[in-house]
């Protein structure tokens, strides 16, 4: 079967389920910032200097990024069984904050998103998050989204902003405060 379906060519796509939908809309901006997301994140698992914890948390993510765009590409009023995103996604991604915070030193004021090459990359890798967040946010005002895929993303943002410094202090990266 090609890759090729040319059903989308008229600007409309299918959800999981069935349903026709314009390719502008905010459930596509939605769970197409969350692939851009996984790919930036696939970015960053190519670098050899990502410290290992990181390495395993990232690529636990990725895989995880890909029930959160499932989820966000099938309505709940859909028919379709898929694995949703759930409270328990999220309290792992709070574990990983607060080992995180613990051996972080606390910041004082705010930093400039830099540092190291894969530091940089988290911070960008964030922003995406965060952008990912707000169309789930906008989806939410017009449809009905699982509220745990919104949840998750917020920690998700969070957890990247720590990875990001994690990455700067392991590879000696001074954090410049603004």
Known sequence: MSIVTKTGDKGMTGLFGGKRVSKADARLHAYGTVDELNA???????????????????????????????????????????????????????????????????????????????????????????????WVVELSHGDQVNIEVQIYLNRLGDYLFLAAREANRHSGAKEEEV
């Open 40 to 134: 930036i994140l696939g970015i960053v698992l190519s670098e050899e200097e990502l410290p290992v914890k990181l390495r395993h948390e990232l690529r636990s993510t990725q895989r995880l990024l890909f029930t959160v765009g499932a989820d966000l590409a099938t309505p709940l009023e859909s028919k379709a069984v898929i694995q949703r995103v759930v409270p328990t996604h999220t309290a792992e991604i709070e574990e990983w904050i607060v080992a995180l915070e613990s051996a972080l030193p606390p910041l004082t004021r705010f930093i400039l998103p830099s540092g190291s090459r894969v530091g940089s990359q988290l911070h960008h890798a964030r922003t995406v998050c965060r952008r990912a967040e707000r």
